[in-house]
């Protein structure tokens, strides 16, 4: 089974399968759901389950309390992972470390297209949502930043830190511009939060090259600064 619209098998797609099946048993995706499978928009969503994904029908399952409550995860302490400074990155144990370090990246994502979904009268709900992500991503990043703090994956730390779409630094924006119409105190305590990671992540890498580039011009800049005004998203 190729997976889209009349790609190979123009009488089969996953929306067909899943009909047949998610009743009598639960099914479970560790890939992507890729693009071109459209047939299911509309009657299933497929939720973060570890480094996989749990197939449910719209609306069954309320995402932050599958999120909070049910969604499981990796006891890195009692499991723990290949130590990522002793394997080159096509190893399966650098693979199979990262997967597990960004499954709460991969929470956060599902929050946020959750969240960028809802019409602009849903704000509270909206707001929610972008809260959660940013808890999600949070405990992402420190789980990743702690773990492989010798041996720093560069473009993982800068994925999640620095101002590009659904990182850290944009979500520390959105919630900013929320609050900061509201709530002045915890505008602030947001943007203390970001300043706090991105001072972190600088202090560590201070010598490297990847300090370098224009990007960090602007995270520079906004350290220098009570205001996550000068961010701008890349």
Request: proline share 6%.
């Amino acid at each position: 089974y190729k997976p889209g619209p009349n790609v190979s098998y123009p009488f089969y797609n996953l929306k067909m399968f899943l009909d047949e099946n998610l009743d009598r048993y639960p099914i479970y995706m560790c890939t992507q759901v890729p693009e071109a499978e459209t047939s299911i928009k509309g009657y299933y969503e497929a939720y973060p389950f570890g480094i996989c994904k749990k197939f449910f029908k719209v609306n069954e399952v309320d995402p932050i309390d599958w999120i909070d409550n049910h969604m499981p995860s990796v006891d890195l302490d009692k499991f723990p992972i290949p130590d990522v400074d002793r394997y080159e990155p096509e190893t399966w144990e650098y693979t199979l470390a990262i997967s597990i370090l960004e499954s709460e990246g991969k929470a956060s994502n599902f929050l946020w297209n959750k969240a960028v979904q809802l019409p602009d009268n849903q704000s509270a709900l909206k707001l929610k949502y972008f809260e959660k992500c940013w808890e999600r991503l949070e405990a992402s990043y420190k789980n990743i930043f702690d773990r492989v703090e010798r041996g720093i994956i560069s473009e993982n730390i800068k994925y999640y830190i620095t101002p590009q779409e659904k990182s850290m630094g944009h979500l520390a924006l959105i919630l900013y511009s929320y609050y900061k119409k509201t709530d002045t105190v915890m505008a602030q305590h947001m943007a203390d939060k970001c300043k706090y990671h991105w001072q972190r992540l600088v202090d560590h890498q201070r010598d490297s090259v990847m300090l370098k580039d224009n990007m960090w011009n602007t995270i520079l800049m906004v350290l220098k600064s009570d205001d996550l005004s000068h961010l701008s998203i890349v």
